[in-house]
């Protein structure tokens, strides 16, 4: 995805925000240490850069948010998360980096002051320039303005040549311009096309797997960078009525058979889910999925062949989540994306794991009714309601770095929305990137297999006989961007994925 070409497009609107900014919105602060002016009582929204490597750098950046946040910091979006070699003092461990864009009353000298606190208070000592620290905190923009002081300079004085502070600044951003503050931001770069030129300027998203430079995904000790590889997801059904295997594995015996089976056909994932979201589905109780899902997990982590292997829990019940990760599973994988169950995103917060937001409108017994079939543009709709369900994660303390979006294929959707989805996973990361280019970076799961609208299709109508179909869906999606597959034929549908990863990479080595 190219910001630039959709820059340009509106780019006389863009200097014309720029210009006003910078006729009545930047305002200049220089003080002396011992005499600093401050702004009070009005919210400011500011953008935080955050660095650590020392001790458990991921640990550190939450504790971090945390004392931000009891500080009367309120967070509203998150970058990336990005594992950079060290620049300046090359000869220590690797950094994480990212940024936060948040709300505060505090004045900037006073926010420098909390921020060099918690800083303290985390361990960070006098020690050499530019070397190991378990936390740094840098103030990158404070509201439209400028300060320069003896101790505070805002603009950080070296954004402009850090690809480590511009990625992640750009992340808390959209490709659209959306309030006179971000455009104040975009002036101080000094470039005609603001800070996506300055981004340009130093590589942009071409740096990113390479140099130094790679975004990662948090999963328990191991930071995932998802983008060596597409990541294959097998599907581990404990319902008796789930629309393609229900009553197969609903035994443990059954249930570890299969998970052996997934992983050595070469399952990177395992989904268990025992609640069906098929259409019209019946809803358990949180307890009655508890009791099916709970013997089988506990069995699925004491086997060998799961060291290394992530473990998904499928299911829109709060309570469950937090038994299941508590457990030992991952990742939670949620189709409603917090919509069934109020509680949903806070304990997703306060667990720290990753959190798979699925698109999906009303329940699964109401989602293809046809209010809940009614597009536009599927792709723009999807996308923009997607982003509204992921905004309230990110407001409840996920965050967008451990966040992993999926369009929902069958799940409100008819066989031309499916369609649609599948031949449009790049619109609709543009359409995240207009509101959020963190988003837009997601890794996206997609789970055509098997789905109904193949068999219609194909005259299949026996979903076990969909695998070919599904194969080729998954072509199109992985070939699309998709960068996690959710799949019952494991087997079959890795190939296919192992194909397409070659033909995307033969591609960018001859760009």
């Not at 910078?22 to 009070?40: D, F, I, K, N, Y």
């Not at 599907?235 to 009553?247: K, V």
């Not at 509680?343 to 917060?349: E, I, K, Q, S, W």
């Not at 720290?352 to 999906?360: G, L």
Request: aromatic content about 6%; glycine content about 8%; some cysteine.
């Amino acid at each position: 995805m190219n910001i630039f070409k959709q820059l340009a497009s509106t780019r006389c609107g863009f200097n014309g925000g720029m210009k006003s900014c910078r006729a009545t919105c930047v305002s200049l602060l220089h003080s002396s240490s011992g005499t600093s002016v401050e702004v009070h009582s009005q919210d400011q929204e500011v953008v935080i850069a955050l660095g650590s490597n020392v001790g458990n750098r991921v640990d550190n950046f939450n504790e971090a948010l945390q004392l931000m946040k009891k500080s009367g910091m309120h967070i509203t979006r998150h970058g990336c998360l990005y594992e950079t070699k060290p620049v300046y003092v090359t000869d220590q461990p690797l950094f994480l980096n990212s940024a936060v864009r948040g709300i505060t009353k505090l004045g900037p000298h006073e926010l420098l002051r909390v921020l060099k606190k918690i800083e303290k208070d985390m361990g960070r000592t006098d020690g050499i320039r530019y070397g190991p620290r378990p936390i740094d905190l840098d103030i990158l923009f404070y509201g439209k303005f400028r300060v320069n002081s003896e101790i505070l300079t805002i603009p950080h004085e070296r954004i402009w040549e850090r690809p480590f502070v511009m990625a992640p600044l750009m992340d808390v951003m959209g490709s659209a311009i959306e309030s006179d503050t971000v455009a104040s931001w975009h002036s101080f770069s000094k470039l005609t096309g603001g800070l996506f030129e300055s981004w340009e300027k130093l590589g942009g998203e071409s740096l990113v797997g390479k140099n130094g430079l790679k975004r990662v995904l948090p999963t328990g000790n191991v930071l995932w960078d998802w983008s060596l590889k597409t990541s294959m997801m097998g599907i581990l059904n404990l319902t008796p009525d789930s629309f393609s295997d229900g009553g197969k594995f609903q035994s443990v015996e059954a249930a570890v058979s299969q998970v052996r089976l997934m992983i050595l056909e070469g399952a990177d994932i395992i989904d268990i889910g025992a609640q069906s979201t098929r259409p019209m589905a019946s809803r358990l109780s949180a307890q009655e999925e508890l009791d099916r899902l709970i013997p089988v997990l506990d069995a699925v982590l004491k086997m060998p062949e799961v060291e290394g292997k992530l473990l998904s829990v499928d299911t829109f019940h709060s309570e469950v989540v937090s038994e299941a990760i508590g457990k030992g599973a991952h990742i939670v994988n949620d189709v409603s994306a917090g919509q069934l169950d109020p509680n949903m995103l806070d304990v997703v917060a306060g667990l720290k794991v990753p959190y798979v937001a699925m698109h999906m409108r009303g329940n699964p017994s109401t989602m293809q009714n046809s209010k809940n079939l009614q597009y536009d543009n599927v792709c723009e709709q999807v996308a923009s309601e997607l982003y509204l369900r992921v905004r309230d994660a990110e407001l409840s303390g996920i965050p967008a770095w451990r966040i992993i979006i999926d369009p929902g294929i069958g799940f409100s959707k008819n066989t031309e929305h499916n369609l649609d989805i599948l031949m449009g996973l790049p619109n609709i990361r543009t359409e995240l990137a207009g509101k959020s280019l963190a988003l837009s970076h997601a890794p996206m799961l997609i789970g055509p297999s098997r789905k109904r609208f193949l068999g219609d299709i194909c005259a299949r109508p026996a979903a076990a006989e969909r695998d070919p179909a599904t194969i080729a869906a998954v072509t199109a999606g992985v070939l699309g961007g998709a960068n996690i597959v959710r799949a019952h034929n494991v087997k079959d549908n890795l190939d296919a994925v192992k194909l397409c990863d070659a033909m995307v990479k033969r591609e960018r080595s001859q760009a």
